[in-house]
């Protein structure tokens, strides 16, 4: 595709709900990463993923927090048993073919509400 | 723990100022720096990337620095516009890190 995709959009949970978040990167891309982004902060990392390999997950908050990449293409971040305090936005970006010296190109991510 | 904080947090002015935004980090040893634009309600667009070894890089009317023994990057633009209101987030990649990113500048620029 022509971009990262996220979906879904918008997602409304009832407190310990769960819930599962999509990411389509850039076809191609290596690397994958997770972050969060509350209300009038920056993205704060979660989670990266070089093909299907998670290589750093020490951002992830708790252990309801798990993401997979299985096939080294889509990303899925799970969230289960959700807290109000999940609440904010979840941004996913890929990047081709390094890392260290490529641009990061992201999604418009998922605004998640914990109700 | 490396920290990025940027300055001023907010940023109102007429269209066709020049301006800077700054942005601080405490742990020099970065692999690159980027500077963002984040639109309400949308993801982030990378605008620069500097490289460690770099000191500046230029994009149209953007042009940003980096003094990587003081901490520092900027990002001047030159002769804004109202269609440059955003929020402005600069990151840096540290050895062993991930990006870590400032909270960012929210600009806005009246007709």
């Known amino acids: 595709g022509a971009g990262v995709s996220q979906s879904p959009r918008y997602k409304v949970a009832k407190r310990g709900q769960d819930v599962a978040l999509r990411c389509d990167p850039i076809s191609g891309h290596v690397s994958l990463f997770w972050y969060q982004q509350a209300l009038g902060q920056g993205p704060e990392f979660l989670t990266y993923?070089?093909?299907?390999?998670?290589?750093?997950k020490s951002g992830l908050p708790s252990d309801r927090f798990f993401a997979e990449r299985p096939e080294g293409s889509v990303s899925t971040l799970k969230i289960q048993r959700t807290q109000q305090e999940d609440s904010a936005v979840y941004l996913c970006?890929?990047?081709?073919?390094?890392?260290?010296?490529?641009?990061?190109?992201f999604g418009s991510g998922t605004q998640l509400s914990v109700l | 723990k490396q920290e990025v904080t940027q300055i001023p947090a907010a940023l109102s002015v007429p269209e066709g100022e020049n301006l800077v935004l700054n942005c601080s980090f405490t742990d020099s040893a970065i692999y690159n720096l980027q500077w963002f634009r984040q639109d309400p309600g949308k993801g982030l667009t990378s605008l620069l990337l500097?490289?460690?070894?770099?000191r500046e890089q230029t994009s149209g009317r953007l042009n940003a620095s980096l003094d990587k023994s003081s901490g520092r990057s900027t990002l001047y633009i030159a002769a804004s516009q109202p269609g440059d209101s955003a929020t402005y987030l600069c990151a840096v990649w540290g050895y062993g890190q991930n990006f870590v990113f400032g909270p960012g500048t929210r600009l806005s620029v009246l007709p």
């Open positions: 500097i490289q460690s070894s770099q």
């Open positions: 993923f070089q093909n299907e390999a998670q290589l750093d």
């Open positions: 970006a890929s990047s081709y073919p390094g890392l260290v010296n490529e641009k990061l190109f």
